[in-house]
């Protein structure tokens, strides 16, 4: 390791000694609510898709699915939501202190267990460990990939760097965004050695060229099926959403302390920060790229935050003489960490409409002969019919999307008591013509009994339940 660092690492007070302990605490934070927050749509979907696993067939996530099919097993009717989120939370934990392990001999302990800090206090991470979904598992398969990567180039071990690319790569089948990392990881190091940054050993050109060809010779059939069929579901262009919902989640402070922390690498010609803002710029381009052809949302880029956080720990981290300028940036950083965690635990209500209250209401409400139209039909149905094993297919409500709209006129001319749970946001996205059309069903044929607000949210999350 460069003296350098090994300087830089003495100056940081020995206050610092009490990282290991606030990761810790923040570890534990993402088992509280695991049961208080109900299932989104996306969950339910998980729960459905892990019980009807079918390897003869293209699939975006087996790895991720059959590990929790494998929990599933060993449970009898209806998984409990922090039973279905526990192998999410689990990998996140561990992906917490994953970037110590992995990266204290490449950025030094302490800058290690401040990136690991700043994960910590990001409620994008808390949500998806929270969450019966597959980031937490791409995310943390892919930084220690990365991390071995790293290593190989700073030690001199090309070896360590090929089974980097390997796990990096593993961590595409719990999630495909994990893939825009790879490429990323085989350039990253090259660059850098020829900007200047030159680490111990990166790859000589004949090899890139090789693991590339490899790479894209394994990869070729699953991931251009995988594109394929996520486009043709998924078309149109989606860049506003994606830079919106990125800029959210990611935070102004550290998203500047990550620009800052690049430049300030590549002025000092350091290898590790060099290469990981040449990772970042490669993966967000890629991202930006897609995004112009397909639905791209924040979370295909979630693979990338433990490197915002290596670049941002070299601002946050203090040194003896630090300027008021980097005490500032640093103190900004955290604060906007606590506060986000504070709000995803309170007003924000973990980031999710209260699909699980306002299903309980209609369930204590509605007659035996009444009929339920709801959105997210899935999440229903695990709270409305938990005797169904396959909550896709709907068997005690009807549901309420823009290709059901049409279904109004029978259901009005029907003498049947009808409730409907409705979704602010994803009303929003029908046609005009169809959203007025049942804006003015509901405004003149029904009652709005009940709304489940969800408050300082960039989406309108709130939910309004109705009964006719």
């Not at 919902?245 to 102004?252: D, E, K, L, M």
């Not at 900004?332 to 986000?340: F, I, P, Q, Y």
Request: with cysteine; aromatic share 12%.
């Amino acid at each position: 390791m460069p003296r350098r660092r090994r300087v830089s690492e003495s100056t940081a007070p020995s206050a610092l000694r009490w990282l290991p302990w606030a990761v810790f605490v923040l570890a534990v934070l993402r088992v509280v609510g695991l049961d208080r927050w109900g299932l989104w749509i996306d969950e339910a979907h998980t729960l459905h898709d892990a019980r009807a696993l079918d390897w003869g067939r293209l699939n975006y996530f087996p790895l991720n699915l059959f590990l929790i099919g494998r929990v599933l097993a060993f449970t009898e009717g209806q998984p409990s939501e922090a039973l279905l989120r526990a192998l999410p939370a689990s990998v996140g934990i561990a992906g917490l202190f994953a970037i110590y392990f992995g990266w204290r001999r490449v950025i030094g302990p302490q800058r290690a267990w401040v990136a690991a800090l700043l994960v910590g206090l990001s409620s994008w991470h808390i949500y998806w460990c929270q969450s019966a979904r597959h980031y937490t598992m791409a995310q943390t398969l892919s930084l220690c990939g990365g991390g071995l990567v790293l290593s190989a180039c700073i030690g001199g071990r090309p070896l360590r760097y090929v089974l980097g690319l390997a796990l990096a790569s593993l961590a595409a089948l719990a999630h495909p965004s994990a893939a825009f990392v790879v490429p990323a990881l085989i350039l990253a190091p090259w660059l850098s050695a020829r900007i200047g940054a030159a680490p111990k050993w990166s790859p000589p050109t004949i090899w890139l060229l090789l693991i590339g060809a490899i790479a894209a010779l394994l990869a070729a059939k699953w991931g251009a099926g995988v594109w394929l069929e996520y486009a043709s579901k998924k078309a149109g262009s989606s860049l506003d959403h994606f830079v919106l919902s990125s800029a959210f989640y990611i935070g102004p402070p550290l998203a500047l302390a990550a620009l800052w922390a690049a430049f300030a690498g590549w002025r000092a010609r350091d290898p590790a920060d060099t290469m990981a803002a040449l990772l970042l710029l490669l993966v967000l381009g890629g991202a930006t790229a897609a995004a112009c052809f397909a639905k791209v949302a924040a979370q295909y880029v979630f693979v990338v935050l433990p490197w915002l956080t290596l670049l941002a720990s070299r601002v946050v981290l203090p040194a003896e003489r630090s300027s008021w300028a980097s005490r500032l940036a640093s103190a900004a950083v955290l604060a906007w960490g606590a506060v986000d965690v504070t709000l995803y635990f309170t007003s924000r209500h973990g980031d999710r409409p209260r699909w699980k209250e306002a299903y309980a209401f209609v369930a204590r409400s509605r007659g035996p002969d009444d009929l339920v139209a709801g959105m997210a039909v899935p999440v229903g149905e695990y709270y409305l019919g938990p005797e169904n094993p396959e909550p896709r297919l709907a068997l005690d409500m009807a549901s309420l999307t823009v290709y059901d709209a049409r279904l109004l006129d029978i259901w009005a001319r029907r003498e049947r008591r009808m409730w409907f749970v409705v979704s602010r946001e994803e009303l929003s996205e029908w046609p005009s013509d169809q959203r007025r059309r049942f804006e003015r069903f509901l405004r003149e044929q029904c009652e709005q009994l009940k709304t489940f607000a969800v408050r300082a949210t960039p989406r309108d999350l709130d939910l309004a339940v109705y009964v006719r």
